[in-house]
C-alpha cells in the first residue's frame, strides 16, 4: 500500500514537473501576451482554399489556363 | 595597436588588450574592461547618440568606484541629458524616470519620500500606474545621479523613460507574473488534491504513515509556492516596514510564514493540522487578483503611451544635397522633411508647401481627415492622406505636441484625487487595527481554546482586505480616464473627474467656444435695382484684393470662376476697398462708405458691412460668427441635465445676446474685461455653485483657474499651452456632456467600490474572529473581495 502510494506521488511529481514546463515554454514564447487576437483569428477564412469545396473550384481554376 | 585611442574614454589602448563594443554593427576597441561596462550601458540605454554628440571624452571608466553608480553618473551628462530631461526654469530640471520593483502604495511612498528628503529635490511625483516618477530638481544643489543612486540603495532600479524600455520592462515582468502564478496554481490543484484526501482520512481513518506521507508530499508542492511564487509580497512587505508604514502586504507574510512554520512543525512531528492547502490557494489568488489588477491599470497607461509610439523613428530630410534618411533624434527646430502619403508626420511643424489630408484621429478623437494646405501647422504622430508634403520642423522631442499631451495625462495619474488619498490613509490605519485585533483575538482564544488559536488567527489574517479599500478609487479613476481619451477628452488633473460630477453651472468662456470663430455671411439685403446675386459678386469680386477677414465669407460664396476682373483696386485701411468693376467704380466697406452715411443697426449682434457705387447704397450684407454644428447639442444636453448655463464674453453684448438667443442661454452677459469675469465667476461661487468653465484655453488662464473645474478646446497646437484641467482634443462639444456622465459615473462605481470593501471588511472580520471561517474559505473571500473591486472599475471602460 504504503510503496504504491509512494510510486504514484513520484508520478504526480514529475507530471507535475512536465506541466510545469510546458507553461513556462508557453509563458516564455509569449502565448499569454494576447488574450484576445487569437480567438478573433479562429474566424478569419485563411484557410479557404483547403476546403473541400474550394478545393475543386481552385482546382479548376488552376487547370482552366 | 597601441596607438589606437579608447572608443570611450580616449586613452592609449594597451597592447595585447582586446575589448570590444558594437556600436551600430561597428566594432569598437575599448582600453579596459571598466569602459567596456559603462559603454555597454550607453548603448544598452539606447544611448549610443551619445558618441555621436558628445563634445568631451568622460574620466576612464575603472577610475570612477562601484561599477553602478558609474554607469548612473552618465546620466548628468548634459548630451545625454537631452534626451530625456526637460528644463522647467532657471537651474531647475525636470526628468521622468521609470522605477523598476514597484509593487504597492508604500513603494511610491517611500521613494516620494526619501528623495524629497535630498536637499535640491524640489518634486516628487510617482505615478503607481505606469510606475513612472516625475522628478524636478535644482541643478546647483544636487545631480541626477546622486538622485538615481539614492532609488537604488532603497532597492529600486530607476531609469530614464523612454517609451520603448518601458514596453520592454513591462513586458518582462508580466512573464514573470505569469510564471509565479503559473506554480502557485499548479501547487494549488495537487495540494488541494492531498488535502481531500487528509480530510478525508482524518474523517474515516487513516493509518499514520500514509498520512505523514501525504503532508510531507504537500510540503514538497508547497515550497516552490513559499520560496518563488509568493516572493512579491515578501519584497513588499519588507520595504514597507523599511518606510515604517504599513501595508496589506505585512499581514498577508505573517499570515505565510506562520501557516508554512506551523505546517512543517506539525508535519515533523507527524501530527495536527497543515494548512498547505490554504498557503497554496491563498498565493494563487492574491497573485491572480494582482495580475488583473495590474493589466487594468496597464491598459489604460497604454492608451497614453501608444501615442508616443505614433511619432517614426526616421524621418526623410529635403536639404541642397537631396533627400537622406535620418533619425528622428537627430532632427532640429528648421529642418525640411519630406512626409509621403502614408507616413506619420516625425515631427510638429508648419507645411511649407503641398496641400493633403491628415489623419489627427488618435490625438483628437476625431475620424475625418483635416486638410493641410501651405502655412497650416502639423502635429508630430499623425498620419498624411492624400499626397506629399514637405514642412518646417517647429518642435521635436519633448517639446512636441504628442509629448505635451502624454505629459499632461502622466501628471494627471500621478495625482490623486480626495478620496484616493484618503483611502490610502485609512488603508494604512486599518492594517494596524488588523493586526491589533488579530492580536487580542488570538490571545481571547489561547485562553479559551488553545487548539484552535493558531487556525483562528491565520483566518482572521487572510480574510481582512485593506486592498479592496485602496484599490476602490484608483481602478475606477484609470479606466475613466482611458476611457475618455478614447472619446478625446483629456484629463489634465486628478480631481478633475470628482469635481466635474458635481457642476451646477456651465460657464462659457467665450464665444469662440461655441461658434466656427469664422464670420460667415447670413443675409444680403439689396437697396437698389441691382439683386442680391449681382451685389454679392460685385462685393466678392472687389474683396479679392483685401486680406481683411470679413472677406473671407464673401469669397466663399461666390465661385472663383465668376469673380470679375477688377482694376484699380485700393484697398484704404480701415475703411474698405474700392475698384472699378467693369468701367465703374465700386465701394465696399463697414461705414463712411464713399461720402454715404450708413444707418447700422447694431441691435441684431450682426456685423454690416455695406456696397455702395459713386451715386448710392446698393446692398447691406450681414454678417456673423456661425454657430458649431453642435452648440446647440450640447445646450439642450446641459438643460436637460438641469444645469444653468451662462456666457460670460469679452465680445459685443449685442453679439453675445444674439448667440445667447439661438441656444436658449438666458445669462449672456457681453463686454466684460477678464477683471469682470473673473468677478461674476465669483460671485456665482459665492453663491454656492460648482462652475465649470469653458474656454480656449490659452488667453484666459486666470479666468479657467478660478473655475471649480476648466475645460479647453484644444484643438491642433493650442494643447500645449492649454492650462485647463481638461482638453477637449476633439473639439466636438457634446463630448463634455459624455464626460459629465462618465464622471458622474465614475464617483457612483468609486463610492460602490468603498461601500464594498467596508462592508465587506466589517462583516467579515467579526465572523473570522468568532471561528467561522477556515483558513482556505477565508482565501477566496479575501479574492473575490478584491476582485469585485477591479471587476466593477472596468465597466466604465
Known sequence: MTSTLIFLLGLT????????????????????????????????????????????????????? | MSDAACFHCGEPIPRGVDFFIRIESTPRALCCRGCQ?????????????????????????????????????????????????????????????????????????????HLLQLPGVKSVQVNY???????????????????LAEIQLLGYQAHPYNAQSAAALREKRHKKDLRRLAIAGISAAQVMMFAVALYAGAWYGMEAGTAGLLRWASLTLTLPVMFYAAQPFYSAAGSALRSRHLNMDVPVVIALVSAFVGSVYNTLLGAGHVYFDAI???????????????????????????????????????????????????????????????????????????????????????SRPVAKLVGSGVIAGSINLDSPLTMIVTGIGEHTVLASIVRMLDHALAEKPRLAQLADRVSGYFTWALLGVTLLVGLAWWAVEADRAFEIVLALLVVTCPCALSLAAPAALAAAGSHLLRRGVLITRGHALETLAQVTRVVFDKTGTLTVGKPVLQA?????????????????????????????????????????????????????????????????????????????????????????????????????????????????MLKARGMKLSILSGDDPATVRHIGDQLGIDDCRGGLKPADKLAALQAMQAAGEV??????????????????VSLAMGGGTQVARATSDIVLLSERLPE???????????????????????????????????????????AIGMSASSLIVVVNALRLR
Not at chain 2, 131 to 145: F, G, K
Not at chain 2, 756 to 778: M, T
Open chain 2, 129 to 147: 500606474g505606469s510606475h513612472r516618477a516625475r522628478v524636478s530638481w535644482d541643478e546647483r544643489e544636487i545631480n541626477l545621479s546622486r538622485i
Open chain 2, 736 to 778: 463634455v456632456g459624455h464626460a459629465l456622465n462618465v464622471s458622474r459615473l465614475a464617483m457612483s462605481i468609486m463610492r460602490q467600490n468603498f461601500a464594498w470593501a467596508i462592508a465587506y471588511n466589517l462583516i467579515a472580520v467579526p465572523v473570522a474572529a468568532l471561528g467561522l471561517v477556515s483558513p482556505w474559505l477565508a
Open chain 2, 524 to 636: 444680403t439685403q439689396a437697396l437698389a435695382e441691382l439683386d442680391a446675386a449681382r451685389c454679392l459678386q460685385l462685393a466678392a469680386s472687389l474683396e479679392q484684393a483685401s486680406e481683411h477677414p470679413l472677406a473671407q465669407p464673401f469669397l466663399a460664396c461666390v465661385k472663383p470662376t465668376e469673380l470679375l476682373p477688377v482694376s484699380d483696386a485700393r484697398n484704404e485701411l480701415g475703411r474698405g476697398v474700392s475698384g472699378d468693376v467693369e468701367g465703374r467704380r465700386y465701394y465696399i466697406g463697414r461705414t463712411e462708405l464713399a461720402g454715404h452715411v450708413t444707418q447700422s443697426s447694431t441691435d441684431s449682434g450682426m456685423t454690416q458691412v455695406w456696397l455702395a457705387d459713386e451715386s448710392r447704397l446698393l446692398a447691406r450684407f450681414e454678417l456673423a460668427d456661425a454657430l458649431r454644428n453642435d452648440a446647440k447639442a450640447l445646450v439642450d
Open chain 2, 37 to 113: 561596462a559603462v559603454a555597454q550601458a550607453i548603448v544598452d540605454n539606447g544611448l549610443a547618440d551619445y558618441y555621436k554628440n558628445r563634445t568631451q571624452l568622460p574620466q576612464r571608466g575603472h577610475e570612477l568606484l562601484p561599477a553602478e553608480l558609474e554607469q548612473l553618473r552618465l546620466y548628468d551628462h548634459p548630451q545625454i541629458q537631452k534626451s530625456f530631461v526637460l528644463e522647467s526654469g532657471a537651474h531647475l530640471k525636470q526628468a521622468v524616470l521609470i522605477l523598476e520593483g514597484i509593487t504597492c502604495a508604500a513603494c511610491v511612498w517611500l521613494n516620494e519620500r
Open chain 2, 280 to 366: 497554496s490557494m491563498f498565493t494563487l489568488f492574491l497573485l491572480g487578483t494582482r495580475l488583473l489588477e495590474q493589466n487594468a491599470r496597464e491598459r489604460s497607461v497604454e492608451a497614453a503611451e501608444n501615442l508616443l509610439k505614433l511619432a517614426p523613428a526616421m524621418a526623410t530630410r529635403v536639404s541642397d544635397a537631396g533627400q537622406q534618411c535620418v533619425p528622428v533624434l537627430e532632427l532640429i527646430p528648421g529642418d525640411r522633411l519630406l512626409v509621403k502619403p502614408g507616413e506619420a508626420f516625425p515631427a510638429d511643424g508648419t507645411v511649407e508647401s503641398g496641400a493633403s489630408a491628415v489623419d489627427e484621429a488618435l490625438l483628437t478623437g476625431e
Open chain 2, 691 to 708: 462652475v465649470m468653465m469653458l474656454g480656449d484655453g490659452v488667453n484666459d488662464a486666470p479666468v479657467l483657474a478660478a473655475a471649480q
Open chain 1, 13 to 65: 511529481c514529475i507530471f507535475l514537473l512536465l506541466i510545469g514546463l510546458g507553461i513556462f515554454w508557453a509563458i516564455k514564447s509569449g502565448q499569454f501576451e494576447d488574450m484576445e487576437g487569437p480567438s478573433q483569428r479562429i474566424l478569419m477564412d485563411d484557410d479557404d482554399p483547403l476546403l473541400p469545396r474550394r478545393r475543386v473550384e481552385t482546382d479548376a481554376l488552376k487547370k482552366a489556363p
